[in-house]
């Protein structure tokens, strides 16, 4: 019997999480759940501001809001004024919208400047214990910090600015470890697409995530963030990593962290932030590190990944919609069953986005291209995620080494990840990119994209080709 009654009152950290912030259970329906953190983007604002202007309404907690335009800026000259008409009446009324409700605005150029969902972890906003959300579905990011951290839609944006609650089903809870220890050229970025190719993109639908495991515990608060911001891309709600000595290593002492006594009190707090023994989840899956190598997609979703010394996978097996589906992806790309990853053409590379456009990116990605060239037939595209990820690439001197290679750093911004502003893919062409989605046309109309780390990006940036990082390490 006390087993039992142990296993009952065992939670999961999500549960911790989630279950503090319910303000009201509607019966038979959603949770009623407030928002500690509400970021916002210049391409799902507008709207919703629109809607509280027609109610009459003021944003209710202007200081729980952080804004900032990343999707529809330019990465190259953005003291000048935005060439396209649309996108620049977004940043002027996202900077209007603000400016009038008193919510904290960084501008292009700013400090504060960047994709919004690496500015917030950089100056302490985000924090273990959290609930956060934002227009836009990679919010998962910040769940690295032990957070709940989910994308919403434009009416809920509206919902969480007047009243600083959102109405959400609980989602079910899944447990994905990965144990041992990655090889070289692995990255975190691999683990995320290793996943996604075994649950599929839709394998995730209707849970949230929590991630575990000796290889998960061993990543850098970076490599979290990215393992946590493709969540979404396996169908899940969201993504998180329960915090520990790294997680509070890289909050400690940034903006918005707690200071002097206030600090030791949410310290002790967050290391409370953990999985009960015996705690439920609706579903689990376990790997090993051991069988993850970098990683390539070959289709049109990111569950089209394989191992970059792989073939793409037969339709032997494949019935109905299953193989034309199938098809139709390898048609769009050019590719064949059967085909050798390794060889095949590129012509652009893309290093940024919120997935990989922090500073350690960029530090694996010169470090790989130190004392090598740019393939001529290469056209590559390097972008910072905020602008104090750009500093911090002129600070340590790596601006230099990816010039020497015949690389030129970009501005911060969501650039080519998709096709919102003026970096995109032209029709035909491949792309080996670190962003997060490689939908039809998702980089360009026509445009190809293989995802892959930074390492592989490199790889392929100096080869000309699709190309085994560790070959070149």
């Given amino acids: 019997m006390k087993e039992w009654i142990d296993i009952m009152e065992a939670k999961t950290l999500f549960d911790k999480i989630w279950d503090a912030h319910v303000v009201q259970q509607v019966e038979g329906g959603p949770n009623v759940l407030y928002i500690d953190r509400h970021l916002i983007h210049e391409v799902t604002s507008p709207v919703a501001f629109l809607g509280l202007k027609t109610r009459g309404l003021k944003v209710f907690r202007p200081d729980k809001t952080t804004a900032t335009p990343d999707h529809n800026v330019p990465t190259l000259d953005q003291h000048l004024s935005i060439k396209d008409e649309l996108s620049r009446n977004q940043v002027e009324m996202l900077k209007k919208n603000c400016a009038e409700h008193g919510i904290v605005y960084h501008d292009l150029q700013s400090e504060g400047h960047g994709i919004v969902h690496i500015i917030g972890p950089e100056m302490g906003l985000t924090q273990p214990g959290m609930t956060i959300v934002c227009g836009d579905s990679h919010t998962s990011t910040h769940g690295a910090f032990g957070a709940i951290a989910f994308g919403i839609g434009t009416s809920e944006v509206e919902m969480v600015l007047a009243s600083q609650c959102i109405m959400q089903p609980k989602p079910k809870k899944m447990r994905i470890t990965v144990n041992g220890e990655l090889g070289k050229g692995v990255t975190a970025k691999d683990i995320a697409l290793y996943i996604i ?23 850098s608060m970076e490599g979290r963030m990215t393992l946590c911001n493709l969540s979404i891309e396996s169908g899940a709600r969201g993504g998180m990593i329960a915090p520990d000595e790294t997680t509070f290593n890289y909050v400690k002492g940034r903006q918005f962290a707690p200071k002097g006594e206030e600090w030791e009190a949410a310290l002790a707090k967050w290391k409370e932030l953990k ?6 989840f609706d579903t689990e899956y376990i790997y090993d590190a051991a069988d993850i190598e970098p990683m390539i997609t070959y289709g049109t979703n990111p569950g089209m990944g394989i191992g970059v010394t792989h073939q793409i996978p037969t339709t032997e097996g494949m019935q109905g919609t299953d193989k034309s589906t199938y098809l139709k992806s390898l048609q769009y790309m050019g590719y064949h069953e ?3 990853m390794k060889g095949k053409q590129v012509d652009y590379v893309f290093l940024g986005s919120c997935t990989n456009g922090r500073i350690e990116d960029f530090r694996a990605f010169a470090q790989f291209v130190k004392g090598k060239k740019k393939a001529p037939n290469v056209d590559a595209w390097l972008v910072p995620g905020s602008k104090r990820v750009e500093s911090q690439i002129r ?3 790596l601006v230099e080494i990816l010039e020497e290679a015949g690389f030129v750093l970009r501005q911060p911004g969501c650039s080519a990840c998709l096709a919102m502003n003026e970096d995109k893919i032209p029709e035909g062409k491949y792309a080996v990119s670190t962003t997060n989605r490689n939908f039809e ?3 360009g109309p026509g445009s190809r994209t293989m995802l892959a780390s930074p390492l592989t990006a490199a790889a392929a940036a100096v080869s000309g080709v699709v190309t085994d990082p560790r070959e070149l390490m």
Avoid: M, P
Wanted: aromatic fraction near 6%; glycine fraction near 22%; avoid cysteine.
């Fill in 338 to 340: 059967g085909d050798a």
């Fill in 275 to 280: 999985t009960d023994e015996g705690a439920v």
């Fill in 395 to 397: 600070e340590e001197g």
């Fill in 197 to 219: 190719s075994k649950i599929s993109t839709s394998g995730g639908t209707g849970h949230f995530i929590e991630y575990s495991g000796s290889a998960i515990k061993n990543l």
């Fill in 441 to 443: 046309g998702r980089q």
